[in-house]
């Protein structure tokens, strides 16, 4: 990947020349990342130039059935695809850069981000065969990329994730710092602790907007330390001579490298199984953030050979996953591992809100099956990546905005978000909740609202290209609930009925032992036909129409449910 | 409600001429309860004897469309009706008491439980309108019903829900106990401490099986007394001035006599919205559970008339039910109550493991109207219904029964609750894991595993009286993924097309837009007519067999997704 030459050490005191123009106001948009789902994207406009920071995606929730993923409604930066100048990411997860190929494929422009974090977009750009050549600019912590009325500057933080950073955004009016996720961490792994004195720095430099991460402000002191698991891990692999299966996300590197020594350590060798997985591990070796002990590795076919203490089993599944390796371990499905008495699974993630459900399910088939499970409720196997309420505080602290907007959290984070940076003593008028689609101005004045722009979040069902339209995924839902009642019917020339109404019904009785209801609803049909006759209509959807409505409100007579329905009439003609 | 002759008082100690008969095991069939959703119901069976402890419903899962209820497989009982001689029930939250409708409707027999558990039932009974007269026996805590191979003791406890009581079940192979629902609570509300002395001379005595609730065996230590919600309450309500929306379940009784006395401390009028809490308010005062002070209580369409710090308003909701009354003020569309920045809103329960997406779109919701949000995670506004470890720990050891099966929980539950059998002492040979559907036999010698009976949980789509098959409720979820393609086509006498295939399809694709993929199944699906006429095809399924395989593949080939295809073709006939 090449350098840019606009890409400048920080050194050299920048934005000396924005200083002068300060007319129209900078205009911030969030597209996303203000509710539990993800999707975080916000563009900063001034005057014929946007630049993006992240373009990430949500998980569809139950209700949003053949739904795969959610990606933010980019129309607004394809009406103003001239002004894109480029898109920033502050780190690798979904969350932040899953809709990367979905906003290139609309807008193409220069990305900037850290090398990991371009090393996992690249790999997803390939599965959409994606020619972004020369469009992605990798930028290491303390470098500024510089644009034509915004420079932003990348600063080290720490996260579940190597290589995360904060944003220094400058602007015609003034510094916008946007923490992205972020925990402070003083003896993190693999990495340095947060650049804290660059934030102060800036700080004391005058910031005017500070945006930041709300995820854990509902959880009171301090998140731990991703150092405090290194003595848990040690300790749970010099008790047990079980076979340990350990499951995180793929993404946390950090968790990883903790794994790889710890078995190192108590000479275990490792075996990962999951595409993810491997494909991570692969991915953040080759490109240096992970430092693999020699001969650890083993291939998961080799798995067999090693007794249970000599072995570590590295996987994924985390959340319950049905198709992740940890679920087909756990229900005897896995090609090469099978579960017992002799194993013993660590969890080692928090269970996010809607998938206890599944998780359960893996659980209590481990326990099925005699195998000792340690979960983040029962061990200290895993802290959170984001920063709780008195690392919120010092942030605040060392940063003392002028402005403050709160962004990556449920509107409730956003809120207690902002009552915290009220206890510190910032006043209301200084203080924004921000609404996807709805501007923020930030001016010499302050930040106000802005005007809203319509903008409704696009649900990918793979399958159907486009934008999945929430007029079919009504239906869907409808579907499920109700079933379908399908009649046809056929008239001859003279009119007579040469194929009485049949129906087909698909979810919504059993048909089998429900004869006698089905005939009751076939008669109905035929006799709103043999009316529409007497009445001699001739409209084909005046037919369709009496037959929907006679069958809809036979079936609610019946039971008392409104399946949806369609009709279908035709007439022959000679 | 007549009583019996057959209840005796304990005091006559009573299964003295039971001691002989000692042949055939005493066989134990747990028909449900042993998963998250509930569902419990458990039968007793001795040669012509059966008779069955609880008979609860467990809600549907988000994979289950359209279904309201799930009643457990009573089809053993209906193969034995004339063995069925009682239902006994041990408290009355749906999980134990809801399915009692549906048993009786398929077997009827003598109803058994106490005051306010048999006032809720006959509620239910009425919706069903089901004859019980002369089958509901009210039986209090200490007394005894006699059966001709069993008698059942009832025992207080303390418990969420007013009247509990746990269950010496006297049999032919000696005493098992049923600890059904409980805690240990020193300091109750409106009512006496379980009635630990009891267990403990049913333990000197002898018991030869233990059944215990195993809900809370994660949790370490104690479950808080309802007592000290009190003090909670009181400081809640001394600090705020704003008026109070009080949100717990209706069942808790308890929680609204506290309510009813603070707001009565605290010159608060009452006011109560939702029909079951509503419901449950009446009853519950009628039948003497709920002492209500003086004039506290005003009607809800009189809260206009009262300033906030004199209000508090009594309603259901707290696991986000889009029906309840809290969802409706939160989201503006209740009738009488709207909320704002003069509110506090209190959620009096945990939320269920699934239910927190529901419950965080009110909390929500509640924050962008500024209203003032307290959770059992923020204070302590709730305390749990269930022993934690240590109570568990205390029961076991005043019990010292020699054989133990653990209920009321999830697999992991269960196994846990063994695994803490065993840290008291207990063998692995006496302790046995149930299983739905699964025999367990109680003999001289001790626990057995017995023989396994075909069971599947019925699911109650209440339009559709009888069970919902799996059938319909697999294509209801096929449905919702993917949508349906429903297609059909006509030929007349001389094997013309005088219909050509047309498409309807709901839920699949946004037509509007997919006209080019629409058109391109209709040409396949007409291919497919083609090509069977020219094979020379006579039969009507053929031709509808290979219209659908046509479009299946077009489907797949164009989107990847496999929705469900209807076809149907018509002959004319002269």
């Known amino acids: 990947m090449k350098k840019k030459e606009r890409i400048e050490s920080v050194s050299e005191e920048p934005g000396t020349e924005l200083k002068r123009i300060k007319k129209s106001p900078v205009k911030i948009l969030p597209l996303g990342g203000l509710d539990r789902i993800g999707m ?55 969350d932040h ?19 990991l974090t371009l090393g996992i977009v690249e790999g ?26 915004f420079e932003v500057e990348f600063i080290h933080v720490n996260h579940s994730m190597p290589d995360s950073a904060a944003l220094c955004i400058r602007t015609p009016h003034g510094t916008v710092i946007m923490t992205g996720d972020f925990k402070i961490d003083h003896t993190p792994i693999g990495t340095t602790p947060i650049d804290l004195p660059r934030f102060a720095e800036l700080g004391r430099e005058g910031v005017r907007l500070l945006m930041a991460d709300s995820t854990n ?59 993810s997985m491997q494909n991570v591990i692969t991915a953040a070796y080759q490109l240096g953030y992970l430092d693999i002990p020699d001969g650890v590795m083993i291939d998961i076919t080799d798995a067999k050979h090693f007794r ?19 679920h087909r371990m756990a229900f005897g499905s896995h090609s090469q591992i099978s579960l017992g008495p002799e194993d013993l699974v660590i969890l080692s993630a928090s269970c996010i809100p809607g998938n206890e459900r599944f998780v359960n399910r893996i659980i209590n088939e481990l326990y099925r099956k005699n195998v000792s499970v340690i979960t983040d409720k029962t061990d200290d196997v895993h ?26 959290g449920e509107y409730r984070h956003l809120a207690q978000h902002a009552q ?59 579907l499920a609930e109700t079933g379908i009642i399908a009649a046809f019917c056929c008239l001859d020339v003279e009119r007579e009925i040469i194929v009485r109404p049949e129906l087909i019904t698909k979810g919504f009785v059993f048909e089998k032992d429900n004869a006698e209801l089905i005939r009751y609803l076939t008669d109905r049909a035929e006799d709103a036909v043999v009316e529409c006759l007497e009445d001699g209509e001739t409209d084909e959807r005046v037919f369709e129409k009496r037959m929907k409505d006679a ?19 035709s007439f022959l003609s000679d």
């Not at 990367?100 to 850290?114: N, R, W």
């Not at 249970?308 to 940890?326: D, H, N, Y």
């Not at 006043?427 to 709805?438: D, F, Q, V, Y």
């Not at 609202?449 to 649900?459: A, C, D, L, T």
């Open 40 to 94: 975080n994207c916000t563009l900063f406009e001034y005057e014929d130039e946007i630049i993006v920071v992240d373009a990430g995606i949500a998980f569809p929730q139950e209700d949003m059935p053949g739904v795969d993923v959610i990606v933010p409604d980019f129309s607004y930066l394809e009406e103003n695809r001239e002004k894109v100048r480029a898109l920033i990411l502050t780190h690798g997860h979904e």
């Open 97 to 115: 850069i899953g809709a990367v190929p979905y906003l290139l494929s609309k807008v193409m422009c220069d990305v900037y981000g850290t090398r």
């Open 217 to 275: 402000v509902e959880r009171p002191g301090y998140t731990p330390s991703d150092g405090t698991l290194t003595h848990s891990f040690d300790r749970i692999f010099a008790e047990t001579s079980k076979r340990i299966i350990f499951s995180t996300f793929a993404s946390n590197v950090h968790r990883i490298q903790q794994i790889l020594d710890a078995s190192d350590k108590w000479g275990r060798k490792v075996a990962v199984t999951g595409r």
């Open 308 to 326: 249970p203490k000599e072995l570590t089993i590295l996987t994924t599944g985390t959340q319950g996953e049905p198709m992740s390796a940890l």
């Open 124 to 149: 997803k750009l390939d599965e959409f065969d994606l020619d972004t050549d020369g469009h992605l600019y990798e930028v290491s912590a303390g470098e500024t990329v510089v644009f034509r009325h």
């Open 383 to 408: 802290v959170s990546g984001h920063a709780c309420r008195e690392e919120l505080k010092l942030m605040h602290s060392i940063i003392c905005a002028e402005n403050f907007v709160p962004v990556h």
């Open 420 to 478: 915290l940076a009220k206890d510190l003593g910032m006043t209301s008028s200084h203080i924004l909740l921000p609404e996807i689609g709805r501007f923020i101005l930030l001016d010499a004045a302050g930040i106000h609202q802005g005007s809203q722009v319509e903008m409704y979040p696009v649900m990918i069902d793979s399958g159907i290209g486009n934008g999945l339209q929430t007029a079919v995924l009504t239906e869907r839902r409808k």
């Open 551 to 569: 069958l809809s409100s036979a079936a609610y007579e019946k039971t008392k449910r409104k399946p949806i329905i369609v009709t279908k009439m």
